[in-house]
T-cell receptor, first 119, second 109 residues
Framework: GAVVSQHPSWVICKSGTSVKIECRSL??????MFWYRQFPKQSLMLMAT?????????EQGVEKDKFLINHASLTLSTLTVTSAHPEDSSFYIC???????????????FGDGTRLSIL | DAKTTQPTSMDCAEGRAANLPCNHS???????VYWYRQIHSQGPQYIIH???NNETNEMASLIITEDRKSSTLILPHATLRDTAVYYC??????????FGTGTSLTVIP
């Protein structure tokens, strides 16, 4: 159980285009989803916290107009990288937490990531 | 969330126990200790977590000191597939995870 699916797993696109990444919790409902970015040989860096039905909370230094997050349901959050440039190339990973109150003390479950390459 | 510190890298012989330490001296009373591992080009895989009691599951054991300022993840019989970066995180349930640099574990044949 507790599977998180990301799509696509990799994408290559031209500079200036926008790219949407989906994160789905397949067998549980997630009040909260998180988005991370990881550059080569570095650790995961939290970008934003996404709560169902409300605006995302972005970490310091992350441009909210650049990285648009939508969390319209308890099983789906999307990250859109707008007007992507080569410096946005990275490994983007999402995670999800089970709805609070239904299962206390549950860990975050991570997707397998999306490798984004901007040419 | 409390900051964690881990050794940068460790080696372990195949079949032996791998003991990975983590320091979280500023952990607060309601923060859990979570362990994940990441194999190259994949998302982090959940291993185990605990609050103050020692925990064991099919993957590993987690030993938390009585003062909760440090913990050790134990992989009882390391295999080559356990080669990965291991992350220790201290956080409240449902709250943000701030990853440190983790420990790169290499299991040697």
């Amino acid at each position: 159980g507790a599977v998180v699916s990301q799509h696509p797993s990799w994408v290559i696109c031209k500079s200036g285009t926008s790219v949407k990444i989906e994160c789905r919790s397949l067998d549980f409902q997630a009040t909260t989803m998180f988005w991370y970015r990881q550059f080569p040989k570095q650790s995961l860096m939290l970008m934003a916290t996404s709560n169902e039905g409300s605006k995302a909370t972005y970490e310091q230094g992350v441009e909210k107009d650049k990285f648009l997050i939508n969390h319209a349901s308890l099983t789906l959050s999307t990250l859109t990288v707008t007007s992507a440039h080569p410096e946005d190339s990275s490994f983007y990973i999402c995670s999800a937490s089970i709805v609070a109150g239904t299962a206390n003390n549950q860990p975050q479950h991570f997707g397998d990531g999306t490798r984004l390459s901007i040419l | 969330d409390a900051k964690t510190t881990q050794p940068t890298s460790m080696d372990c012989a195949e079949g032996r126990a791998a003991n990975l330490p983590c320091n979280h001296s500023t952990i607060s009373g309601n923060e859990y200790v979570y362990w994940y591992r990441q194999i190259h080009s994949q998302g982090p895989q959940y291993i185990i977590h605990g609050l103050k009691n020692n925990e064991t599951n099919e993957m590993a054991s987690l030993i938390i000191t009585e003062d909760r300022k440090s913990s050790t993840l134990i992989l009882p019989h390391a295999t080559l597939r356990d080669t990965a970066v291991y992350y220790c995180i201290a956080a409240n349930t449902g709250n943000q995870f701030y990853f440190g640099t983790g420990t790169s574990l290499t299991v040697i044949p």
